[in-house]
């Protein structure tokens, strides 16, 4: 399951370009199955200044913690409030739906040409595919 009009990382990160400019992102299928039940998220705050492959944030799974890397740089428009730390955060949504209302932030991109130099969805199933050998 990888959505044609996503754009990857090699670090199984998912961007989207949306109509208004910004970049949606999240973590692709095969990262949250890797990773098990995710019990805690921690995205970025908004206002948050990305830079393109740094570290924006956190996730934990009952096997393991991982950090998230940025698949493009700019300055954090939104986050997803589900995933926002305290006691009503729905972490487990990025198992449930990954590509949809598990997205962790929202991205205003300094040079929305990184979002285009990002694996298609054909290059992203041949990394998995080599990554499986």
Request: proline share 7%.
């Amino acid at each position: 399951m990888i959505p044609a009009e996503l754009r990857y990382t090699k670090d199984h990160e998912w961007a989207r370009l949306e109509a208004d400019g910004t970049v949606t992102i999240g973590i692709t299928h095969h990262a949250q199955d890797a990773l098990g039940d995710i019990v805690y998220a921690e995205p970025p705050k908004v206002g948050a200044t990305l830079t393109a492959g740094g570290r924006f944030g956190v996730v934990e799974s009952v096997k393991s913690v991982s950090d998230l890397f940025a698949p493009c740089g700019g300055t954090v428009v939104a986050v997803n409030t589900d995933l926002q730390p305290g006691p009503k955060q729905r972490a487990e949504i990025i198992n449930q739906d990954p590509y949809g209302a598990g997205w962790i932030c929202r991205v205003q991109p300094s040079d929305p040409g990184e979002v285009a130099g990002l694996l298609s969805a054909e290059a992203y199933a041949a990394l998995l595919a080599a990554e499986a050998h």
